[in-house]
């Protein structure tokens, strides 16, 4: 069953969306009552579909949204008044109050695009090539006294100009092809 996190202000409004999505039986949510525990959840749980209002305690969604990660979809549900507020276009929104169906529909919808994202989404490194790369920048910043940023990009530009992957031009560098 797939999960969402479900962030309002209010206690009430946080356990309603809760009961109406979890009655749907697609998914179990994950209440929280900050952006800070938002933002920290998504990352540690790797949840794709934030549900919340137009504000949080600590912040707003808009500044929540921009901290997320590419494969994490927002639905905002707020009053029409709010949602004109609202400038990030890459935000979902439902102008409440919102009928059930309406709010099921959106997060299965959100849910589904947010795996496509991930699935066509560039895959990530393993902690062993992380470390080859790590290494052949540390090289290159004690033999030209580049900063971290000069040597990835160095690295990078490298690989481009070869057509050749971040690793195998990691290997290069260290001497290890």
């Known amino acids: 069953m797939d999960r969402v996190i479900v962030a309002f202000e209010s206690d009430k409004n946080c356990q309603h969306i809760k009961d109406v999505l979890e009655s749907s039986g697609t998914v179990s949510c994950i209440v929280c009552r900050s952006a800070a525990e938002v933002r920290r959840l998504v990352q540690k749980q790797h949840i794709t579909t934030v549900v919340c209002g137009f504000k949080l305690p600590d912040d707003s969604a808009e500044s929540l949204f921009h901290d997320l990660p590419p494969y994490c979809a927002m639905l905002m549900v707020a009053s029409q008044t709010q949602l004109e507020f609202c400038e990030q276009p890459d935000i979902f929104t439902l102008s409440s109050p919102v ?54 990009r160095l690295l990078q530009k490298k690989s481009m100009d070869n057509g050749a992957k971040l690793t195998d031009t990691a290997r290069m560098v260290l001497g290890e092809q």
């Open 99 to 152: 009928s059930k169906k309406d709010l099921i529909a959106s997060v299965r919808m959100l849910l589904q695009m947010s795996a496509r994202i991930e699935k066509f989404s560039r895959p990530q490194r393993s902690e062993e090539e992380q470390e080859l790369i790590t290494r052949a920048k540390a090289l290159l910043m004690e033999r030209h006294g580049m900063s971290e940023e000069q040597a990835h």
